[in-house]
């Protein structure tokens, strides 16, 4: 089988090579998929540029989501049959053609459920539906605050929020972007480029204050979005995208600083949360949450709650462009790669 192998750090042109590869066999409790396509996340461009600790020793295989046909069941497997279509994460290792994962973070799929929305179940909607439904209870009225609210994760969190009833601020860096958000329902989108997105809320709400912000991009904004919050307040921090584009170790620590310095007894005065959400050992240590999240989500779709979005595709060769353009901010929705 094939696979695309991370060879270097730096420059998405220069950093993968396709070869070939050992066809894994599953063991017990594991499936094994065809991988039709996988997904890409923003940990892979971190782990691409040399940023992300948890990468293996390069040369490697990275990639936290597929979606494909399962062609092999271990011992143990139960509810799963091959040639069933299902989506699911796994723990690096997803630019493959073929992938052996746990079966309880697979997640079934109707055959007609559109690529870029079965690509991002596993990942994206798992992602926001512990962060929106698992870390924080949302109330009709409840102001919002989404960051990145165009991208993959973005997306999920903007139909989980509006389906609870808030009201919610989006952020986005273009116009085309801007017309996407509405799409989706957002109530007052921002173009982060063109205005201050911290001036534009004060003006919307006045003397109020938000009651839960949504932070991927880390850096000043997380700082800036605790003090956004009020009485009650929480901020769920899923990413920090804001040190993909740190150049040294100076830089790195700068943009680390901007996070801010919190002390319990100022959360405790202040009556603020701050969340953190990394999917990666939750799923080690906790699989059973992300069979729960996935649940979830396919019961979200089956009820039309949930609905495809946005999305991008690219054929396997052109996974340098995938990824420059996703680094480059350039993609609205999940994006997923071909084989």
């Excluded at 903007?158 to 989706?184: D, M, N, P, R, W």
């Excluded at 701050?274 to 019961?299: F, N, W």
Aim: proline residues 4%; charged residues 20%; positive net charge.
């Amino acid at each position: 089988m094939k696979a695309v192998y991370l060879v270097r750090n730096g420059s998405a042109h220069q950093a993968f090579e396709i070869r070939e590869a050992t066809m894994p066999e599953p063991k017990e409790n594991q499936v094994r998929i065809q991988v039709e396509a996988f997904g890409l996340n923003f940990a892979d461009v971190m782990a691409r540029k040399g940023k992300y600790k948890d990468c293996p020793p390069l040369p490697c295989v990275i990639g936290y989501d597929v979606v494909g046909r399962i062609d092999a069941l271990g011992n143990k497997v139960h509810g799963l049959q091959i040639g069933d279509r299902v989506a699911s994460l796994i723990r690096f290792g997803g630019y493959a053609e073929y992938v052996c994962v746990d079966h309880r973070g697979v997640a079934k799929l109707p055959d007609e459920m559109p690529l870029t929305f079965a690509g991002a179940i596993a990942t994206q909607y798992c992602t926001a539906y512990y962060a929106a439904y698992d870390c924080v209870n949302i109330f009709p009225g409840d102001k919002v605050l989404i960051h990145a609210a165009a991208g993959g994760v973005g997306t999920a969190l903007v139909q989980l929020c509006k389906h609870k009833g808030a009201i919610v601020f989006g952020t986005c860096s273009t116009e085309e972007k801007i017309k996407y958000l509405k799409s989706l329902g957002v109530d007052h989108p921002i173009n982060y480029t063109t205005s201050d997105y911290n001036t534009v809320i004060q003006q919307i709400l006045g003397k109020d204050k938000l009651n839960f912000v949504f932070d991927s991009l880390g850096g000043k904004y997380f700082k800036e979005g605790v003090n956004l919050l009020g009485a009650g307040g929480k901020i769920v921090g899923y990413g920090a995208a804001t040190m993909s584009e740190t150049t040294n170790k100076l830089s790195f620590l700068k943009v680390a600083l901007q996070f801010g310095i919190y002390h319990p007894g100022m959360l405790i005065r202040q009556s603020k949360t701050i969340v953190g959400v990394y999917m990666l050992p939750l799923a080690d240590q906790q699989p059973q949450a992300i069979e729960r999240c996935l649940r979830g989500v396919i019961k979200l779709y089956e009820e039309g709650v949930l609905k495809p979005a946005g999305g991008m595709e690219y054929p396997v060769a052109q996974i340098a462009d995938a990824h420059e353009a996703l680094e480059k901010r350039k993609t609205i929705g999940k994006v997923m790669v071909k084989w």
